[in-house]
């Protein structure tokens, strides 16, 4: 399993094991918490470009996850490739962000 510790048929990532905090991942594509919360609310007009279809629906939680994901991945990332651009943006500065890092590398 590439070096990671497997349980059975399930592979353990220490980084999964801490959810970022959720003001954390509002900063990551913030607008996608309006959509999810106008989708679940169905507080849309008929005008609205977002409606509550089977993929909008589905892209919002993808989405929702992939921002959870890339925060708990952007820890062991930023080691790895230091220089990339994207590591320059103010999230990764943020007091929480390097609250949640030093958290992650305690359990990892």
Request: hydrophobic share 45%; glycine share 2%.
């Amino acid at each position: 399993m590439a070096g990671f510790p497997t349980y059975g048929r399930f592979c353990y990532l220490a980084r999964a094991a801490l959810n970022p905090p959720t003001s954390l991942c509002k900063k990551l594509f913030p607008a996608i918490g309006e959509w999810h919360d106008r989708l679940a609310a169905k507080e849309l007009s008929p005008n609205d470009p977002i409606q509550p279809t089977v993929a909008e629906n589905s892209f919002v939680q993808v989405t929702m996850m992939f921002r959870k994901t890339f925060i708990q991945d952007s820890v062991l990332m930023v080691e790895l490739q230091p220089c990339y651009p994207i590591w320059q943006h103010t999230i990764f500065s943020d007091p929480v962000y390097l609250s949640f890092k030093r958290q992650v590398h305690i359990l990892a």
